[in-house]
């Protein structure tokens, strides 16, 4: 079976500070894992992606994770952030032989000015 | 531009009523996805489709039903039998080949009981 849990459901974080969103997930197969940010009243879309290679992948607007298999975890991080920010980011992986992607429950990031 | 369209962006439903939430796309991808957003609950998969007519229940499809006549469209019905219908509707797709496993959302359905 394939699953994500994202830790925190909140996190609050002064702008400019270095935040960190926690993933972990379970797979007994390898995985593709994926972080997805969402806006309000938008769909999601997709920030970084790990399918192989390289544990470390860096996606857009300065967001990178970084793929611990041996923690099966792929945290997404930022150095700095800024107001915009602000929004709802999910976890998913998919494992070997699944068809289908399960997501995390999401965690929202609120930027205080 | 490519990209998936669902519509409307807002939809009231009322008791007995089935609605259905259009979902296109012209990306040309083969699968097509229909999720649920309930606050603190992520999204959960109702229908996925990975080629035109054929289409597979997700984890949560009581309540739902879909049609795949179109590569590009794949409307979904919430039936009378979805008791508790108000959600954030997703409709998401993607290609084959090696970008495969990345989905692509349409903007959302809201969907309200009146």
């Known amino acids: 079976a394939q699953s994500v849990t994202q830790l925190d459901s909140q996190v609050p974080v002064f702008e400019e500070a270095p935040v960190e969103l926690r993933c972990n997930y379970s797979s007994s197969v390898s995985v593709y894992l994926f972080w997805y940010v969402q806006y309000p009243n938008q769909g999601l879309q997709l920030l970084l992606k790990y399918l192989s290679g390289s544990t470390l992948v860096k996606g857009i607007n300065g967001f990178e994770a970084e793929f611990n298999k041996s923690q099966t975890s792929f945290h997404l991080r930022k150095p700095s952030v800024h107001i915009s920010d602000t929004a709802e980011y999910f976890c998913a992986v998919l494992s070997g032989g699944y068809q289908k992607v399960t997501f995390g429950i999401g965690t929202k990031l609120q930027v205080i000015p | 531009d490519g990209g998936i369209t669902q519509s409307p962006k807002y939809l009231f439903r009322k008791e007995g009523q089935n609605v259905t939430l259009s979902c296109e796309q012209n990306?040309?991808?083969?699968?097509m996805y229909w999720y649920r957003q309930d606050p603190g609950q992520g999204l959960r998969l109702i229908y996925y489709s990975q080629i035109v007519n054929d289409f597979q229940k997700g984890d949560i499809a009581e309540g739902y039903s879909v049609s795949r006549e179109k590569k590009e469209s794949f409307p979904l019905t919430v039936t009378s039998a979805q008791k508790n219908p108000t959600a954030f509707y997703l409709c998401?797709?993607?290609?084959?080949?090696?970008?495969?496993?990345?989905?692509?959302f349409g903007a959302g359905t809201r969907l309200s009981v009146l």
């Open positions: 990306l040309n991808h083969d699968a």
């Open positions: 998401a797709s993607t290609a084959a080949g090696g970008d495969k496993n990345i989905q692509y």
